[in-house]
């Protein structure tokens, strides 16, 4: 087996072949689907969406994920080109035809000339002891491989569980009760659809939802956590009626056309698919049984009549102790020929999966073409994921995390001057923003 072996054709681990095979090294990348299925793949698809279609903020300006998706830009991350050229309409985020951007993943992967593409699960790292290996299997590792990672490195593998939302049909939606608009007219100020409820069906809705059947554990899953990012709706709502009102379902910056106030309530649609025909309910994570679901989420006004594409689900996620296991090349410290990228690092999110698998991969690279490989800076996204993966975050109380400016070393203190309050904490960010994009050029600049 020459070059470079990846396991796991997610966005980690396509990004991991695109860097590694564009700084002129082969990669092998192996991909268990459609041999193996998984409970929420529906596709053969390389880098498949399984729960949103949305990237989050696109604003590098002030916002953290925003900066990491420029800074992908810079690096030509693979992930990146096709998000920017599948884009669907989502104010100030950055969403994606789901299908359009993973058929576009795959033909750029099957088409370059360094990147061999095998379809197979690998059961078993024995026949990789002695090739350069990254391992990006994601939250949903087959169980045999599982097994192997547990014993080889002699850790149990923690585990959360994870939430996606329903899609509805567009045509299904009542537009005379509903409306386009975002948050504060952002965007072109029509890239949701809103449907609202008031304090009544707000109640009721959140009464039959609490009552409504919910998928049961396993008796070994019973202790098992969410991740906060992606909780299922009725778990917010269990711990506090009001929750979901102040969370996905607040409804500040909209108004009603049909009553001229702000609603009590609103569940948001946003587009899923670049022809406008599906449409995702935003934080609608749930466990509810399918039937159930279509009972409740049918109780909303406006979507009365509303017809899914797809109903919620729920699956079960698991990470590494990276801050443990690994060192600040991502590489196992008992095997170090073995490097691991993407979710199962126990970064949470497509773009930070993406982007560690791109890190990974020009880590692979440099390694085997013989030259030395330094880290991106802490002061930038990339490298602030990076260091608190390896290192940063304490391996006692490790869960998964998106990036955030809490990851970002401060800015100076004379930087600021003195700006107080709300202003400050903008001037903050829009420092850390401007820095961090200052920084990644810096760094590509010097070869990295």
């Known amino acids: ?102 058929n576009a993943v795959q033909d750029a992967i099957t088409a370059h000339a360094r990147i061999t593409l095998k379809r197979q699960e690998i059961n078993t790292l024995k026949d990789f002891v002695d090739v350069p290996t990254i391992i990006a299997t994601g939250p949903l590792t087959a169980p045999a491989l599982a097994q192997e990672i547990r014993a080889l490195t002699g850790e149990d593998a923690l585990a959360f569980f994870d939430a996606i939302a329903p899609i509805v049909y567009r045509h299904s939606v009542d537009m005379d009760k509903a409306w386009y608009q975002s948050r504060y007219d952002k965007g072109d100020g029509k890239d949701y659809i809103n449907c609202p409820l008031d304090a ?23 202790d098992t956590p969410y991740f906060s990012g992606c909780m299922p709706i009725e778990v917010m709502a269990e711990r506090g009626v009001d929750t979901p009102r102040f969370g996905p379902m607040k409804p500040v910056g909209l108004t009603d056309p049909n009553s001229g106030k702000r609603p009590y309530a609103v569940v948001q649609l946003r587009q899923d698919n670049a022809l406008g025909t599906l449409y995702n309910l935003v934080g609608f994570q749930t466990k509810m049984k399918h039937a159930e679901q279509v009972r409740v ?12 594409a797809r109903l919620g689900g729920l699956h079960r996620n698991t990470f590494i102790c990276a801050p443990r296991l690994l060192d600040g090349e991502l590489r196992l410290k008992t095997q170090p020929n073995l490097r691991f990228a993407g979710q199962i690092t126990g970064v949470e999110g ?13 880590m692979v ?84």
Request: glycine share 12%; charged share 20%; hydrophobic share 45%.
């Open 1 to 102: 087996m020459a070059g470079v072996a990846i396991i796991g054709g997610g966005l980690a681990g396509a990004e991991a072949a695109w860097q590694c095979a564009q700084l002129g090294v082969a990669v092998t990348l192996y991909e268990m689907r459609p041999h193996t299925p998984t409970e929420v793949h529906k596709t053969q698809n390389l880098a498949e969406l399984v729960c949103s279609n949305s990237f989050r903020s696109d604003d590098h300006t002030n916002n953290a994920v925003g900066v990491l998706h420029q800074e992908m830009r810079l690096m030509d991350s693979l992930i990146m080109r096709m998000a920017d050229g599948h884009a669907v309409p989502a104010g100030g985020a950055l969403a994606v035809d789901r299908e359009g951007f993973s």
């Open 200 to 222: 009544q069906q707000y109640a009721d809705f959140i009464a039959a939802m609490l009552d409504a059947e919910k998928t049961q554990f396993h008796q070994w899953e019973a």
């Open 297 to 308: 989420l049918q109780m909303i006004p406006a979507l009365r009549e509303a017809e899914f």
């Open 350 to 362: 497509y773009v930070e999966s993406a982007a560690i698998g791109g890190l990974c991969g020009r």
């Open 365 to 448: 690279a440099a390694e085997s073409l013989g030259d030395a490989f330094t880290p991106p800076p802490p002061e930038t996204a990339h490298g602030a994921l990076l260091a608190h993966i390896t290192g940063g975050a304490d391996s006692a109380l490790f869960q998964p995390m998106n990036i955030n400016f809490g990851l970002f070393p401060p800015p100076p203190d004379d930087v600021l001057g003195a700006v107080k309050g709300k202003q400050k904490k903008q001037a903050g960010r829009a420092y850390l923003a401007e820095n961090a994009l200052r920084e990644m050029a810096g760094w590509l600049g010097r070869g990295g």
